[in-house]
């Protein structure tokens, strides 16, 4: 979504819940956040309309949901909606994923462990050198992952990131070589066979020019993986 479109929405919000909702308190302002992602970390956790327990229930969110954050006021995170509309949250309820926080993307995760294995498992049967997973580029890729589910598109350009290289290169990744591909499954046992068969996905992941891989992991509105991959060749 474009971020004036976004601080725009925020503006109206807070001028809004002051003028209607007496529990906002003037003394406050919000700070429009870019580039923050939190983690549910309670099942059955409100989405609301205005910055109280008593306001009205916009959605309901379950443990290990992803959310796109685009400010804070006071104890609550602003976050974007599937519908592009925007809610509150109490930061009491989430946990942020940041360089400092990778879990989420770190191959402790069986479906990102799985993709990984499976692409150097192809790699070795055409003898190709085994590929690398590296973090700060899962980070990146977890990041593109959730605006895509978010805001519920395939393809390469991000209004929110833009290209793949500008991620890159905002992020200080230098890099000879890089792309991106991405895939949206039901199930795991899917990962393999869109590996082996996708033309696009087969010749970048054999691709001996690429040393490094991350994973980005998130889900779409209607609880599909949707999960995309950078590649690069950083070598000197």
């Given amino acids: 979504?474009?971020?004036?479109?976004?601080?725009?929405?925020?503006?109206?919000?807070?001028?809004?819940?002051?003028?209607?909702?007496?529990?906002?308190?003037?003394?406050?302002?919000?700070?429009?956040?870019?580039?923050?992602?939190?983690?549910?970390?309670?099942?059955?956790?409100n989405i609301y309309s205005a910055p109280n327990l008593e306001s009205y229930i916009l959605d309901t969110k379950q443990k290990d949901d992803i959310l796109n954050v685009i400010g804070e006021y006071t104890n609550w995170y602003i976050v974007q909606l599937k519908d592009n509309s925007i809610g509150l949250i109490h930061k009491d309820y989430v946990a942020s994923l940041d360089p400092e926080?990778?879990?989420?993307?770190?191959?402790?995760?069986?479906?990102?462990?799985?993709?990984?294995?499976?692409?150097?498992?192809?790699?070795?049967?055409?003898?190709?050198?085994?590929?690398?997973?590296?973090?700060?580029?899962?980070?990146?890729?977890?990041?593109?992952?959730?605006?895509?589910?978010?805001?519920e598109y395939i393809n390469h350009f991000s209004e929110t990131y833009k290209t793949p290289f500008k991620m890159l290169k905002d992020n200080n990744i230098d890099f000879k070589f890089a792309t991106e591909s991405f895939m949206v499954i039901n199930n795991d046992s899917d990962i393999l066979d869109i590996i082996k068969n996708n033309k696009f996905i087969n010749v970048i992941s054999l691709n001996k020019n690429f040393n490094k891989i991350g994973i980005g992991l998130s889900k779409n509105y209607k609880s599909e993986k949707v999960i995309v991959q950078i590649f690069i060749n950083d070598t000197q």
């Fill in 101 to 151: 926080n990778t879990k989420l993307i770190s191959l402790d995760n069986e479906t990102i462990e799985n993709i990984f294995n499976s692409i150097n498992s192809l790699r070795e049967e055409n003898n190709t050198q085994y590929i690398n997973y590296d973090e700060k580029l899962s980070l990146i890729a977890q990041k593109k992952a959730i605006d895509m589910a978010t805001n």
């Fill in 1 to 45: 979504m474009n971020t004036k479109f976004l601080k725009l929405q925020l503006l109206i919000w807070f001028f809004t819940s002051l003028f209607f909702n007496t529990k906002v308190q003037a003394q406050y302002s919000f700070t429009y956040l870019e580039n923050v992602v939190v983690k549910v970390i309670s099942p059955n956790t």
